[in-house]
């Protein structure tokens, strides 16, 4: 594995994996990261891996999406042990710039994403998916991937990039290219997480109670027991009962991100950010559309 940090040498490693192939033309896909890889990161690759020729993997903190009062200076940094977990799942090209590279001196874009930015976790962290959608255009412009994976936990992150390919008619990648992968969780259940770390031993034990009350909500919705608004009141009520503080419970179009009040003939997702002690948490599962 080739690992670069600038943009000179990262052309020029594509390039060269370019040629590779026979016809001149190699399938890249990209996978995006901060790093403090974990297993979820890891399946990114694997699918990879699977669907290109080549895995070009970026690990950038990315400063632009974190406000004011977020973990930017805690946020862990090891660059080393995160290629060596790359270069062991055949990763082709590790682009890891500096700060400085991606936003030089006299730096003054930003991209924003109206409406599907600005609920959910866009209401409690401003700007933040501003500073997403600002460094994953610079990363896909620089790398210009055939296809690029992301993981379904930040699914509020995935449909905002979705709708920026979407409507700057990016080719490379086009909107149908950037392929969510299902969650990965930790066996008691807790969604992957690089800030699952910060938690205690009995912070973590709580936790597990997160997802087991998502899956609850979403299955009596499914199966009528309960309406959207009340499944919503009685998740939230649950996980203030076992010690979490609740940003939201939220029930929306997989599509759109707009809430719903009532199953569509569209398939919907619930959504749950919520704390426990100083940790943010975030998880989401599919409901099914309703039966005609």
């Known amino acids: 594995m080739q690992t670069v940090n600038t943009l000179h040498m990262l052309r020029t490693a594509l390039a060269q994996l370019r040629g590779q192939s026979d016809a001149g033309g ?11 890889l974990h297993e979820g990161h ?10 290109a020729d080549h895995v070009v993997a970026s690990i950038f903190v990315n400063p632009r999406q974190f406000g004011a009062n977020e973990d930017l200076d805690a946020y862990p940094r090891q660059l080393a042990a995160d290629a060596a977990l790359l270069e062991a799942e055949g990763v082709a090209l590790l682009w890891a710039p500096m700060v400085e590279t991606m936003y030089p001196a ?3 874009t930003n991209v924003s994403v109206a409406s599907i930015s600005d609920g959910l976790c866009g209401a409690a962290r401003p700007g933040h998916f501003d500073g997403v959608a600002t460094v994953v255009l610079k990363l896909f412009n620089q790398v210009a991937p055939d296809i690029a994976f992301f993981g379904e936990k930040d699914f509020q992150q995935l449909a905002v990039i979705r ?11 086009h909107v149908d290219s950037i392929i969510g992968v299902p969650t990965v969780r930790e066996a008691y ?6 800030r699952n770390r910060y938690l205690s031993s009995e912070q973590r034990a709580a936790a597990a109670i997160l997802p087991q009350t998502l899956a609850a909500a979403a299955q009596s919705i499914q199966a009528g027991l309960q309406t959207i608004s009340e499944a919503k009141s009685v998740a939230a009520d649950d996980l203030q009962r076992n010690g979490f503080q609740v940003d939201y419970v939220e029930v929306v ?15 919907a997702r619930i959504l749950v950010a919520a ?12 409901i099914a559309p309703a039966r005609g």
């Open 26 to 36: 190699g399938r890249i896909a990209l996978v995006p990261t901060m790093g403090a």
């Open 253 to 267: 179009d997989a599509g759109t991100l707009a809430p719903l009040e009532t199953l569509g003939d569209r398939p």
């Open 106 to 108: 006299g730096f003054v």
């Open 42 to 51: 890891l399946t990114l690759v694997r699918r990879a891996k699977a669907e």
């Open 275 to 286: 704390r426990i002690g100083g940790t943010r948490l975030i998880d989401n599962m599919a």
């Open 189 to 194: 259940g807790l969604a992957m997480s690089s």
């Open 163 to 173: 709708a920026m390919a979407r409507d700057l008619d990016l080719t490379r990648p």
